[in-house]
């Protein structure tokens, strides 16, 4: 079966700090991989996608890495600010697409 | 550009009434899709749309119809609610399936 596992479930950091979320997936064909945000009450934002070619993508704060080998890819955030407090998923696309439950970040000051 | 919208943004139902959540885009994408969203659980797709007049099923449709009449509308009806339909549902559209998928605010829908 076609799965999308992420860890941590949640992640408590001081503003400032670095942080790194995980994402392990069985999900084959692979197509590709997107990162999203999810601010509370809201929908989802893509903040990445990663191609079977690439390794690292970084999108300002965010930089995100594939291993295709291994089927993990994870999330790292530098310099965390209060505003990236939310939940992070992570989506795998090959025949269809597969949702993980996402990783609930909280950054306080 | 509005993107997608939906409405309403919170709904209560008592068990076995129904109704309707709509869904409208603005960026003329051939896909859209409605997913519901629980704690502790992924999106899950409930159904799906690859054009007007064409729909078809995801993981969880029972207990729900979904019809695509315009490339722009995409409503999904409950037709008899119960409390396991309790839940948030968000609208999404891309221009493919696989491609970046653009979210609604969502509906927090409540049954009782």
């Known amino acids: 079966k076609n799965q999308v596992e992420q860890s941590p479930q949640s992640l408590i950091i001081l503003e400032g700090k670095n942080c790194t979320l995980q994402?392990?997936?069985?999900?084959?064909?692979?197509?590709?991989l997107r990162w999203y945000k999810q601010d509370t009450g809201r929908g989802p934002v893509s903040l990445t996608i990663?191609?079977?070619?690439?390794n690292t993508k970084s999108n300002g704060r965010y930089t995100a890495t594939l291993d295709a080998d291994t089927k993990q890819s994870s999330l790292h955030i530098t310099a965390s600010q209060l505003s990236d407090s939310a939940s992070y998923i992570c989506?795998?696309?090959?025949?269809?697409?597969?949702f993980g439950a996402g990783t609930r970040l909280t950054v306080k000051p | 550009n509005a993107g997608v919208t939906q409405t309403p943004k919170f709904q209560v139902l008592k068990t076995g009434q129904s109704m309707t959540l709509q869904c409208a885009q603005d960026?003329?994408?051939?896909?859209m899709s409605w997913y519901r969203q629980d704690p502790g659980m992924g999106l899950r797709l409930i159904h799906y749309?690859?054009?007007?007049?064409?729909?078809d099923q995801g993981e969880v449709p029972n207990g729900y119809n979904v019809s695509r009449s315009t490339t722009e509308d995409f409503p999904l009806r409950l037709l008899s609610a119960a409390p396991s339909q309790t839940s948030v549902y968000f609208c999404?559209?891309?221009?493919?399936?696989?491609?970046?998928?653009?979210f609604g605010p969502g509906t927090r829908l409540t049954v009782l």
């Open positions: 999404a559209s891309s221009y493919l399936r696989n491609n970046e998928q653009f």
């Open positions: 989506v795998v696309s090959g025949d269809d697409m597969r």
């Open positions: 994402c392990n997936y069985t999900v084959s064909p692979f197509s590709n």
């Open positions: 749309s690859v054009g007007a007049g064409i729909t």
């Open positions: 960026m003329n994408h051939e896909y």
């Open positions: 990663m191609t079977f070619s690439e």
